[in-house]
Every structure is written in structure tokens, then in C-alpha cells.
């Protein structure tokens, strides 16, 4: 049974999502505010296999929650709830490594759909979609293990996010092309292509930082200057 951390202030939002996703079979554990959410998410105990995060929270906000949560080197998927048309919030929510967003109000169906497939892309079971559990890829010295969500690095073994190794995928699957940012926001993230954002810039630099020999001087994920990024093996 997957143990989903749900981080809410309202109370009876909170109790709602325990209430309904405990009766689809999750164990739920909630908390209400920031500095516990991060508490339960940089203990090695924890346990979660997801996170549902809001991101108005008294304390510490949402961005902070994931931000340190990253910077504790857990992955686990992280869903962050924002106000309507807050897309300024939401899209500093996933420059700082959340996985996924839902604006409020939400239907239950529609944060279920995202729950279910943040975990399944997690274990990466590849039996819907079309997408049969793909091969290993070979970039410079790496291999991307895209169903372990892993890299074996000559410097070792580096585990990704959902949306670090989507955004590799994407590069990956148009190899030798220029890829625009637009393109990549909207494959990888969801985004509009116009979003005002930095997100694929900062994801590439850890990418770099992962697969380049020297990152300052990148081999494989390269710069198209006013374009994009191109992948070179
Ligand atoms: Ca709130």
C-alpha cells in the first residue's frame, strides 16, 4: 500500500483527500504546516511514495518544503496544489523539483488520475501508454536505466526525479535535433511554451552535472544558442 504525505493547512481539505484517498487503498499521513512537512520528508524512515503539497502554508511555503526535501536528496513525487491562476506559484513550485500541480479547487477524479500516475511513472511499469518498458540509453560515459529512473555514471549511480528523467527522455527521443524550450516545457512539464520561466534551464544544469565530464564545457547536452538544447551521444 503506497503512503502518500499529504501537507495542507485547511482542515477540512486535508481530512477530505485522507478520507477519499484512503478509500482508494493509500495510507495517509497529513500535516499542516511547512517546518513538519519537511521533518517527515529528510527522515531516512519516512516512507512516502508521494507527496500531495500545498503550497500557502504557515511557517515555511510549499517551494521551501520542496526545495529542502530535493536538497535532502529525496525523490519521491511531489504534487503541489495552488490557487487558481497562480501560475507564477506553480511554476516556481516545479523549478524547485515538484513533479506535478493541480490548481483549486480540483475535481477528486482529476487529483487521483495525477496521483495514480505520478507512482506508476515512478516504478515506470510501462503498461499504459503504448510505452513498453523502454531500453537503456547510452549518452557519453552514462546509461540511463529508464525503468529504474537511475544513471550509472563513471563517478557512480545517480537517481533521478520523475521530471529529470522525462525531460532526458525528451532529449533523448529527438537525439541530434535541436529541441526548443517551448517544446521541452510543454512535453515535460505541461506547460504552455510561453511560460515565463527558467525550470528547463536549471533542470539541464543538473543534468549536466550528472552526465558531462566537465559541465562547464558540455559534450552531450548541448547550448542552440536562441533555440533550445541538443542531444548529442
Ligand atoms: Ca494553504
Known sequence: MAKILVVEDEEHL????????????????????????VGRLTDPEGGYEAVILDLMLPEMGGFEVARRTRAAGNLVPILILTAKDATPD??????????DYLTKPFHLDELLARIRGLLRRRRWDGAESGDSNPQPAIVGETTVH???FELDTPRGTVRLTTREIGLLRALIDREGEAVTRGELLE??????????????????????????????????????RGHGYRLVR
Not at 486535508?14 to 512537512?37: K, P, W
Not at 506553480?90 to 513533479?99: I, K, M, N, P, T
Open 187 to 224: 512535453e515535460v512539464w505541461g506547460l504552455r511554451p510561453d511560460t515565463k520561466t527558467r525550470v528547463v534551464d536549471s533542470f539541464i544544469v543538473r543534468l549536466r552535472r550528472y552526465i558531462e565530464a566537465d559541465p562547464a564545457n558540455p559534450e552531450h547536452i548541448v547550448s542552440v
Open 14 to 37: 486535508a481530512e477530505g483527500l485522507r478520507f477519499n484517498l484512503e478509500a482508494e487503498g493509500y495510507d495517509v499521513e497529513t500535516v499542516a504546516d511547512g517546518s513538519s512537512a
Open 90 to 99: 506553480l511554476v516556481r513550485g516545479l523549478e524547485e523539483g515538484a513533479d
Open 146 to 148: 529508464f525503468d529504474r
